[in-house]
């Protein structure tokens, strides 16, 4: 069974600074995604991650992805305020029939004025 | 082309009681999945339906099912609510029954269900 952890869960930070945000799965996955979620609002895609070493930047974030580690990690540079939203990845593993993604807990990222 | 669509948006319901949720997919996709996420969680996997049959399927009781129609549009049902039921329902549709770099998934807005 993939199982997907995220960590931290919860995350303050203050504007212009810089952190990490990590992602391990415990069987091989097809891909990996992040996406960013606004308070009762649906998914917003961020990155898809297809291979080993597969690097993917957007503004202030940066996504990376370990297959042999089974790790990706999002990367905040200089963080402001409109970043503050809860942000999961996911793993997509193609099942026998259909295919699915398993979703980590999610990191609530606050940005501190 | 038009997104993926679900409604209703809000919905409230109690306890034992029925509830169908609905979900139009992105024009041209023929497989819809549905996650269930509950508050501070990250979404889970429901099940998948693809050219009107079920295609998968996660850790949900028989109470939850699911239809797909010839337009691909879909609906979820679940039987006798209970309080754990209360959650954002998303549905996600895209072409074909594997995900692939071809054919991505996207997620609709979600219904919020609130069982009391």
């Known amino acids: 069974e993939l199982k997907v952890e995220q960590n931290p869960l919860f995350l303050s930070m203050q504007e212009g600074k810089n952190y990490t945000i990590y992602c391990n799965y415990s069987?091989?996955?097809?891909?990996l995604y992040w996406y960013r979620q606004d308070p009762g609002k649906s998914l917003e895609s961020l990155f898809v991650?297809?291979?080993?070493?597969a690097v993917k930047q957007e503004g202030r974030l940066m996504a990376s992805l370990d297959t042999k580690a089974r790790l990706s990690t999002l990367h905040i540079t200089a963080a402001v305020h409109d970043l503050s939203a809860t942000y999961f990845c996911?793993?997509?593993?193609?099942?026998?029939?259909?295919?699915?993604?398993?979703f980590g807990e999610g990191t609530q990222l606050t940005v501190n004025p | 082309e038009t997104g993926v669509t679900q409604s209703p948006t809000h919905l409230i319901k109690t306890r034992g009681q029925q509830v169908t949720l609905r979900c139009s997919s992105q024009?041209?996709?023929?497989?819809v999945s549905w996650y269930q996420q509950a508050l501070g969680q990250g979404p889970q996997f429901i099940f998948q339906?693809?050219?009107?049959?079920?295609?998968g399927r996660g850790n949900f009781p028989p109470r939850f099912s699911g239809l797909q129609f010839p337009n691909y549009s879909s609906e979820l049902n679940v039987n006798a609510l209970e309080l754990d039921d209360s959650a954002l329902y998303l549905c996600?549709?895209?072409?074909?029954?594997?995900?692939?770099?071809?054919?991505?998934?996207?997620f609709g807005p979600g219904t919020r269900l609130t069982v009391l």
């Open positions: 996911a793993a997509l593993r193609p099942e026998t029939s259909g295919s699915r993604l398993t």
């Open positions: 069987t091989t996955s097809d891909r």
């Open positions: 996600a549709s895209h072409l074909g029954g594997v995900i692939t770099i071809y054919n991505e998934q996207f």
């Open positions: 991650l297809l291979s080993n070493g």
């Open positions: 024009s041209g996709h023929n497989t």
């Open positions: 339906y693809y050219r009107e049959e079920e295609n």
